[in-house]
């Protein structure tokens, strides 16, 4: 993996240099490091597997929720006025959730849910998971 190609995927995903570091089990200087433009560091492959990984479940993700969109549009016969997707306010309330993937990666996956439902002339509005206690 490219410095450029790891600067891509984390900025794709949503992650913070920190947010990364915390996936590896490495300081955050060290992954400012691998992305670096004046030096071409090595990313280890269970790193560079991890983000290609999350790339992944966003794709699967994003399709998912756009074929069951579809699905119900179809068994209900007509388009609902508002198509209502849930995002979490921070990743305690992700966790609790039972949310596996970084809070922000989830929330790349809402976006981009959002983003094809609205390419597809749907009216979409996010809104926050309620805040337990």
């Known amino acids: 993996m490219t410095p450029a190609t790891l600067a891509t995927l984390r900025e794709a ?5 920190e ?3 915390r996936l590896a089990d ?18 280890p492959n269970d790193v560079s597997e991890a983000l290609w990984g999350l790339m ?16 119900m549009i179809e068994q209900q016969g007509h388009e609902p006025e508002v198509i209502d997707l849930t995002r979490y306010v921070d990743a305690a309330s992700a966790a609790r959730a ?14 981009q849910i959002a983003r ?6 749907l009216d979409v509005a996010v809104h926050y998971s309620p805040v337990e206690p």
Do not use: F, N, Y
């Open 26 to 43: 490495v300081d955050p200087r060290t992954v400012r490091r691998w992305q670096s433009p004046q030096r071409e560091a090595t990313v």
């Open 56 to 71: 992944e479940w966003v794709t699967d993700t994003v399709d998912a929720a756009v074929e069951g969109v579809e699905a």
């Open 116 to 121: 094809e439902l609205h390419a597809a002339g």
């Open 13 to 17: 995903l949503g992650l913070t240099h």
């Open 98 to 111: 039972g949310i596996e993937v970084p809070h922000p990666v989830h929330t790349a996956a809402v976006a």
């Open 19 to 21: 947010d990364v570091a």
